[in-house]
Structure formats: structure tokens, C-alpha cells
């Protein structure tokens, strides 16, 4: 396939543009980024980003797949104003874009922030999954919910029309993990995210098998690995930090918070990184 990347400089984006390159998928990185975007493109401006997704002269004539990584990170980075503004509108652009280039399936970066980080209000339970409403306590999450409802309409407008909203946790590389032993002092400095975390690897296989994944519709998924950031086991961090919020199985010694059990069903997603590894 061909397949447009926004965001492709990024963290998880220079991951997956890697990954889908070694599968031999023509890719093409969309970044508004001065650094190795192999097209500059700034996605609030609807009129760049249609370009983008239809034809770009001595490059293309046709894109057949998106991946929508790009956005402002994390809040905090700017004011809350502008990173709603920047992330919202250029997701519109990207789905309304995708729509009238005839474009039907799109993967998109939704964020582990719409379960209720940075969970001052305690988890409903545990491990999270996908079943219980958004909750989100940000301006950056608030876009990220507002993106899968706009997901849902563009998939009701177009029956053909496949999205997938992958809920990434925490993006990290193995340069990363040096850092993870020093979280054991001090659960609390974690619990933010119930010690969660991504390897930027996997996250890339997350998009691969969204991208080849057969349906129509919007599905959403929490992608996370299959262990937590702590050397203690994750009966203690949830037993001692949120004893009052019920465990709803048994749980494995380092086993995620974050339930990726219905990545693995449906996608056939299975993380094969961990920090442990790299310590």
C-alpha cells in the first residue's frame, strides 16, 4: 500500500514509518516538523492536507491508507486553547480529507488519556478496558473523545469506511527504560497512568494489524505492553494505591492495568517488548 503518515518524525511516527517500510508499504511521512518530514504539510490548514491525501506533483497521484499520528503530544506543552484547536482541527481535516479522496481506511492515534488520567478520581476498575464511558480531564483528552465521535459519524456517512482510534499508553523507547528502575521508590509517581506504558515497537505492530485488520466501522483499542512499568506485582500497586476500586480477575505477577485483551482478539495484537528485557 501506499500509506500516509502523519506525524511520522515523532516518537511512535518514526516507529511505525520504519515498520511499515520493512513490511515494503510505500510510506509517506506528513509532518509539519523542520526535521525529515519527506513532505511538509500543516494539517489545520484543510486546503494542504486534501493535497496531501489526494496528489502531490512528482510524488503520488493516490493514497490508499492513513495513519493520523500527528498533534500535539501530551497537555502542558501549550495552552490549553491552542492544543485543542490544533489537534481537533487537523483530525478533522485528516478524516474530512481522507472522505472526499475516497480513502477507507484510516488508523488513528487516540490517547489512554480518555479512562480518567491522571485518575485523581479513582478508576471505576481494574484492569481498564474500552466498555466504560470516556472520562476525559483534559483539554488534549476532551479532542481526543470528540475525535472518536467524529470517527463514529464519518463511518455512519460512508458504510464502507473503516476507522480505528488506538488508545496508546505512555510511547517509550528502549533508550527509555534506564529511568524505569528508579519508579519502585515511589508508586504514587506513576499511578498517573496505573503504570502503564508502550514500547514505541509495539505500538507500530499495533498500526500494522489495524491497518490489515478486515471490517467497516470505527473500533477503538487500548494499545499498551503487556507489563506495567514496576518491579512490584500489580495485586500490591493496585491493593496499596487504590484499595477501595475492585480487581476484577486474578492478576499475573507484572500483568498491564490497562487491558489490551480486546487488541488481542480483534487485531491478534501481541506485544513482544518489554523494559525488563533491556535492565
Known amino acids: 500500500m501506499r500509506i500516509a503518515v502523519t506525524g511520522g518524525t515523532g516518537k511512535l511516527g518514526r516507529a511505525v514509518v520504519a515498520s511499515l517500510r520493512a513490511d515494503g508499504d510505500e510510506v509517506i511521512n506528513l509532518d509539519a516538523a523542520a526535521v525529515r518530514p519527506d513532505i511538509r504539510i500543516d494539517l489545520t490548514d ?50 474530512a480529507a481522507a472522505k472526499a479522496a475516497g480513502i477507507t481506511n484510516v488508523v488513528w492515534a487516540s490517547s489512554e488519556t480518555l479512562l480518567g488520567i491522571p485518575f485523581e478520581t479513582p478508576p471505576p476498575y481494574i484492569p481498564l478496558d474500552e466498555e466504560y464511558p470516556a472520562r476525559p480531564e483534559s483539554r488534549y483528552a476532551l479532542a481526543k473523545h470528540l475525535e472518536e465521535t467524529m470517527a463514529a459519524q464519518f463511518c ?78 500489580s495485586a500490591e500497586l493496585a491493593a496499596s494505591v487504590y484499595p477501595g476500586v475492585e480487581v476484577r480477575r486474578e492478576l499475573g505477577e507484572h500483568e498491564t492495568l490497562l487491558s489490551i485483551d480486546k487488541a488481542r482478539r480483534l487485531l491478534g495484537y501481541e506485544p513482544q517488548h518489554s523494559w525488563r528485557d533491556h535492565i
Do not use: C
Not at 46 to 65: M, N, P, V, W
Not at 71 to 85: L, M, S, V
Open 46 to 95: 484543510y486546503g494542504q492536507t486534501i493535497e496531501a491525501l489526494t496528489a502531490i506533483d512528482d510524488r503520488y497521484h493516490q493514497i490508499d491508507a492513513v495513519v493520523h499520528l500527528a498533534a500535539i503530544p501530551a497537555p502542558g506543552i501549550t495552552g490549553n486553547a491552542a492544543t485543542f484547536q490544533n489537534n481537533i482541527v487537523a483530525t478533522y481535516n485528516v478524516f
Open 156 to 233: 455512519r456517512w460512508n458504510p464502507a469506511l473503516k476507522m480505528i482510534g488506538l488508545r496508546f499508553s505512555n510511547v517509550m523507547d528502549p533508550a527509555d527504560y534506564a529511568e524505569f528502575p528508579s519508579f519502585d521508590a515511589d508508586p504514587a509517581r506513576r499511578k498517573w497512568n496505573l503504570w502503564g506504558y508502550i514500547d514505541a515497537r509495539d505500538g507500530a505492530q499495533a498500526v500494522r494489524k489495524a491497518l490489515d485488520y478486515r471490517a467497516t466501522g470505527v473500533e477503538i483499542f487500548i494499545i499498551a505492553n503487556a507489563d506495567t512499568v514496576m518491579s512490584r506485582s
